[in-house]
């Protein structure tokens, strides 16, 4: 049972329907661990991204087939009465690193504590990277999107340029005053 932690049907505590115990048992995964721990991660101010940038890169892959993975970037190592967790991300630029790091390791404590019911012994965090967000906010609306013209902005229609085959720009709109 590695990787599992399996509480003993004694300590499950009283039936929520009468009061009577429970006998049986319960298995925590690890998987399971690191995706309470990862939802608690990313619910913090300054966290852009969980995982590094090939961990990313591949999570956009699965994303894009329906296979995401909500654990990327969170290990956790599950005891018999203890969690240790393991969080890699990226930071927003100008939220301070350490305030970053010192937000998740408390949101993943409580989280896992409360919803698993285990001892955390150390939350590890470790910052990639830094994402420094474009200057230009409208840049993401105005980025190409598959099958449209680099050059071309949004909701003018791209036009072949003469002389140049194979070549498209954009075409040229004008009110009324800019034309006098």
Do not use: W
């Not at 967790?85 to 010192?102: F, S, T």
């Not at 285990?118 to 999107?145: K, Y």
């Amino acid at each position: 049972m590695d990787g599992q932690y399996e509480f003993p049907g004694s300590a499950a505590g009283p039936h929520p329907a009468g009061g009577a115990q429970e006998t049986g048992r319960t298995v925590i995964s690890e998987t399971a661990v690191a995706k309470v721990a990862a939802i608690a991660a990313r619910s913090v101010h300054g966290v852009h991204a969980l995982g590094s940038g090939a961990a990313r890169s591949l999570g956009a892959i699965r994303d894009v087939v329906g296979a995401t993975d909500l654990t990327q970037g969170v290990r956790a190592e599950v005891g018999e009465t203890q969690v240790a967790v393991d969080v890699n991300l990226i930071a927003e630029y100008g939220v301070p690193l350490q305030l970053v790091a010192d937000g998740v390791r408390a949101a993943v404590y409580a989280a896992v504590e409360d919803l698993v019911g285990l001892s955390v012994i150390e939350v590890n965090v470790e910052i990639n990277d830094v994402h420094i967000p474009t200057g230009d906010p409208d840049r993401a609306a105005t980025r190409p999107r598959h099958g449209e013209h680099p050059g071309a902005l949004p909701n003018r229609p791209a036009i072949p340029v003469l002389g140049h085959p194979g070549r498209v720009g954009e075409a040229a709109f004008t009110t009324p005053e800019e034309q006098s």
